[in-house]
């Protein structure tokens, strides 16, 4: 689990179907985008809804986990590290991109009311699966190889 000093908590839908590359070094990666929202009433009393995309990234044994399980439309509660990837663009233009590092994710079951969230469980109640896995009573799921952050490339 990643520093309780950038630790990100989200309760969403997922906007596609996870993109999953096998690097070359043989290491692999998950993205998707997950989306949340959140409601407010206006001055005029209307009811408006925002909605916020997040960039999510998984490496190693998650990554593969998301790749089997997860697909469009799914309701995620996840965990993970704010993360910034910064690049030059063709035009010479410095570009930013916050992302969300996955470290433990909960996929809902279909049927459940909107109105329903999951309550994010502490470290303590993971129990090791003996491949690399734990997962909590509810069926949250967390890396538990410590190789995994060894698949990062930088």
Known sequence: MYDIKNNVSLLGYVGGDPEVRRLESGAV?????????????????????????????????????????????????????????SWEDNHGFKRTQAQVLLSAFHKHNKGKSSGETAAMPTPGDYKPTGDGYATNATGQVQVTDTEADDDLPF
């Open 29 to 85: 990666m998950a993205k998707f985008s997950l989306a949340t929202s959140s409601s407010y009433k206006d001055r005029r009393g209307k009811r408006q809804t925002q909605t916020e995309w997040h960039n999510i990234v998984a490496w190693g044994k998650t990554a593969e986990l998301i790749e089997s399980i997860v697909k469009k439309g799914d309701e995620l509660s996840l965990q993970g590290k704010l993360t910034y990837n």
